[in-house]
Every structure is written in structure tokens, then in C-alpha cells.
């Protein structure tokens, strides 16, 4: 007997009841949907969270207070005053940080923002001027607050276009008086519609000077962060090295595991973005695989069944000359025609339900969220599902091939 003919009389048999076929394969049908949707959606996670973080810059690197997160109980130090002006200055000093082009400490804000009768709560973002050359976006209207200004304490601020519509709408802004957490700030720049540009949303906040924003707003003496732009993406590692040298004299650490400040460029956040994401997309597959065994148990179960009520099926095949290895590559067959089946229909509703995720979220975020399609996962469920099914149905496959002739021609 060729292994055509067991093909033939295996798919014979799935064809004579294809009800119970379709309900044996639902659990791995289930499995492989849930695999590529989880890792779909987990790699357009990865993809968005990664090109928001490109868009700050390679040269670009960022200083926060506390040691670097390692935990959920880590998070806190992020909240702590290390960073103070002394180090800023310690910063600027040519002879300590070489390749340094640019920088700008950061004090972060949500506040209500008033003019007249509205209020809307907003992101009110202390910096310099730096930060419109970061994230490359500067007025479309006005112009931005001079070093002056922030030499000055000056109550000036640029908003977003989101921020200027719910104030002011049609209305021009420039010039006007708003008030930022009672305090009143003149507009002298409004921003052009951009969206969100790495991990700021540019319509939706209101920059003003660091140093306003630290005495007049947040009436501390710290900075929530410092940003910096090398001359070039080449010298970033050296110009990271200097910075942590720099800020360790500042204060008084000898040793690296005591440092009360971290230092991240791009690469490190991009790097660490991805082990994240990785970690949490292999958990939920871990999770959705187990629907996977469930239906591996199922078709075993189910199989069994088959094999008792094809006994006399068996014992007539072995009377007219099948063997022991005919009859388990029949059952085998069946069971890996199930699993493969279930595969294949689970990749198809797998890959439907991730593009109307990614479409979904798209509008959901609206940062672009754009549909990815795991050709591996897809591959590797598929070989799965085939492997399912040799295990399971190995031991239904074995107990029909070692029926009795006689035996199997006499059971009712």
C-alpha cells in the first residue's frame, strides 16, 4: 500500500464526518489565531514605540535623575532631585564633556492652561530652544523664546496647534495672554501641526523657559531631565562616557553602583524597548499555546473514538492484507491532516483579526499603527500544529494498528 493510498483513505475517513472534523480542530484553529494576533500586534507595539523613540535623534541624549529602572519599585528614583544647575553648568564646560553641541534641562508639567473661559489641562514642557531643534519642529507663527528669556525668568510660552484651537480657535493667538496655572504667560510662538513626535505629543503642549517653568510652576530647584545633542552620531559612546564622569564628580560618587542619575542615548532605549516587548510577546504566547495542547488532547480523544468505531474497518483492511504500519500511517495521517487543517484556517482568521486590530488601534492612538504581518510565527505555527498532530494521534494510531484480525471482524 503507497502512501498515496493512505492519503486517499485518510482523507476518506476525516470526510466522512466533517462536523466532528471541524469541531476536533477548533482548539488549535483558537491557538494559531491567538499566536499570530498576539505576536502581530506585539511587533506593531515594538515597531511604533520604536520609531516614536528614533524620532528624538541619534545625537540625542537623555539624562534623568535616579538610578536606572531595574523594576517596578525602581520607578520612583525617577522622581528624585539629582539634578540640579550646578551640574548643568558642569555640563556645559568644554573641558569636561568634549562634542557637546547643545542643551537643555527639562522640567515636565501637566497643568491647566486658561484663556478667558476655557481651561484645558495640557502639557506644559520647561526647556530651551533645543528642544523645537530635537524634535524638529519650530513655529509656523512667531518665533521661539530667546536666551534672554530664559536668562530672564520671562513668562513667554509656544503653544501647540491642538492648544490654540481649543483656546482660541479661529482666532489669532499670537501675542495674546494666557494664564498657566494661574500664572500669565504672552504667546510669542504657536507650532504647526505635527503630531506625535517621539514621546511628546507637539499639538498638545505649551513650551516655556526651564527656568520660569522651574521657579513660577513647579517651584522646585531640579530638573526632571537634561537633554543633550552631541555633534555627531560617531562620538555619542564618547560624549555618554564624559557625561557620567562629569555628573559623578559633581556628586561625589566613587563608585559606578551608587550613581543617582542614568544616561540614555537612542540605541539603548531602542534596545531595551525591544527585550521588553520580546518578554511580554513570548508570555502571551506562552498563554496562547496552551489552547494548542488542549486541542492537541482533544484530537487524541477523538481519534481514539475513531479507531473504536472503525474496528470491523480495521480487521477487514488486515484480512485483505494491510499491515501494522498501513494502518498507524492511516490514523497518523488523519490526525496530522486535522492539526495541519486547523493551522492553515488559524493563520487565515490569525492574519484577518491582526489587520483589523492594527486598524482599530490605528485610529485608537492615531500615531500610525501600521499592520505587521509574523511570516515566522505563521511558519512556525503551521510546523507546530503538524507536530501536534503526529504526537497525539501517534498513540490512537498505535492502538488500531495492533487490532486483531479476528478479533476487530467480530466486534459489534
Do not use: C
Request: glycine letters at 8%; aromatic letters at 6%.
Amino acid at each position: 500500500m503507497t502512501l498515496n493510498d493512505s492519503f486517499q483513505t485518510a482523507l476518506a475517513g476525516l470526510q466522512t464526518n466533517k462536523s466532528r472534523s471541524a469541531l476536533t480542530i477548533l482548539g488549535i484553529v483558537i491557538g494559531i489565531t491567538a499566536i499570530i494576533l498576539v505576536m502581530s500586534v506585539g511587533q506593531g507595539a515594538e515597531d511604533l514605540i520604536l520609531n516614536q523613540i528614533r524620532g528624538l535623534g541619534s545625537q540625542t541624549v537623555i539624562v534623568e535623575p535616579g538610578r536606572e529602572p531595574s523594576g517596578p519599585s525602581s520607578f520612583a528614583e525617577l522622581f528624585t532631585d539629582s539634578l540640579k544647575q550646578k551640574d548643568v553648568d558642569a555640563l556645559l564646560n568644554p573641558s569636561n564633556v568634549q562634542g557637546l553641541q547643545d542643551l537643555t534641562p527639562a522640567v515636565m508639567q501637566v497643568v491647566p492652561v486658561t484663556f478667558e473661559n476655557e481651561t484645558i489641562r495640557t502639557n506644559v514642557i520647561g526647556a530651551s530652544d533645543l528642544i523645537a531643534k530635537i524634535l524638529d519642529i519650530f513655529p509656523r507663527e512667531g518665533a521661539f523664546f530667546t536666551d534672554d528669556d530664559i536668562r530672564q525668568k520671562a513668562s513667554v510660552a509656544v503653544i501647540g496647534s491642538e492648544v490654540k484651537n481649543k483656546l482660541f480657535g479661529p482666532s489669532d493667538a499670537l501675542g495674546e495672554k494666557i494664564k498657566v496655572k494661574g500664572r500669565t504667560f504672552r504667546i510669542v510662538g504657536i507650532l504647526p501641526p505635527k503630531g506625535q513626535v517621539a514621546l511628546f505629543d507637539a499639538d498638545d503642549m505649551v513650551v516655556v523657559p526651564y527656568t520660569t517653568a522651574q521657579q513660577y510652576l513647579a517651584g522646585i530647584n531640579y530638573f526632571n531631565a537634561i537633554m543633550i545633542r552631541a555633534e555627531s552620531e560617531d562620538i555619542v559612546p564618547r560624549v555618554v562616557r564624559d557625561i557620567e564622569l562629569t555628573l559623578r564628580e559633581t556628586h561625589g560618587i566613587d563608585d559606578p553602583e551608587k550613581d543617582d542619575f542614568h544616561v540614555t542615548t537612542q540605541a539603548d532605549a531602542a534596545e531595551r524597548v525591544s527585550a521588553i516587548t520580546s518578554i511580554l510577546t513570548i508570555l502571551l504566547v506562552s498563554v496562547a499555546a496552551i489552547s494548542l495542547v488542549v486541542g492537541g488532547i482533544g484530537i487524541m480523544n477523538i481519534m481514539l473514538v475513531s479507531v473504536s468505531e472503525r474496528t470491523r474497518e480495521i480487521g477487514l483492511r488486515k484480512a485483505l492484507g494491510a499491515t501494522e504500519n498501513n494502518i498507524m500511517t492511516q490514523f497518523l495521517l488523519e490526525a496530522v491532516m486535522l492539526t495541519a487543517l486547523g493551522g492553515i484556517v488559524g493563520i487565515i482568521l490569525g492574519a484577518i483579526f491582526s489587520f483589523l486590530a492594527s486598524l482599530i488601534l490605528s485610529r485608537i492612538v492615531a500615531l500610525g499603527w501600521a499592520f505587521t504581518f509574523p511570516v515566522f510565527a505563521a511558519v512556525l505555527g503551521l510546523g507546530v500544529a503538524g507536530l501536534i498532530g503526529l504526537v497525539f494521534g501517534l498513540y490512537p494510531a498505535r492502538q488500531a494498528s495492533l487490532k486483531s484480525p479476528m478479533e476487530a471482524l467480530r466486534y459489534e
